[in-house]
């Protein structure tokens, strides 16, 4: 099955930057460029939501799409000749605060990429914490 791996958090200043990575292998056999790929957080009792999310490739094209808290703040990417992902995370603020993940799907599937149900592939999590 895809493996996904996430790097990159740590603790940060309100108003910090740090950039996170997600590392995709094992892909079935498909290019990583047909994978669209989304990040999910989840804060402390609270349930996982998402955060943003990234198109597979057509030629140089993505579409990225965002949760409204973090629009103009976090920029998604991706390198596909490097199977990954990024996600930007400038200004931050301390309700950013959550393990944050990437998860991804087969291709063929249909559904809301928003809801966590969407999802076949999750990563294990990085911890972003920003401290006031």
């Known amino acids: 099955q895809v493996q996904l791996v996430e790097s990159g958090g740590g603790l940060v200043q309100a108003g910090g930057s740090l950039r996170l990575s997600c590392a995709a292998s094992?892909?079935?056999?498909?290019?990583?460029?047909?994978?669209?790929v989304s990040w999910f957080r989840q804060a402390p009792g609270k349930e996982r939501t998402f955060v943003a999310r990234?198109?597979?490739?057509?030629?140089?094209?993505?579409?990225?799409y965002y949760l409204d808290s973090v629009k103009g703040r976090f920029t998604i990417s991706r390198d596909n000749a490097k199977n990954t992902v990024y996600l930007q995370m400038n200004s931050l603020k301390p309700e950013d605060t959550a393990v944050y993940y990437c998860?991804?799907?087969?291709?063929?599937?249909?559904?809301?990429?928003?809801?966590?149900?969407?999802?076949?592939?999750w990563g294990q999590g990085t911890q972003v914490t920003v401290s006031s």
């Open positions: 990234i198109s597979w490739s057509e030629g140089n094209t993505n579409a990225a």
């Open positions: 998860a991804t799907s087969s291709p063929s599937r249909s559904g809301s990429p928003r809801l966590i149900s969407f999802y076949d592939y």
């Open positions: 094992e892909l079935l056999g498909l290019s990583f460029s047909r994978y669209a």
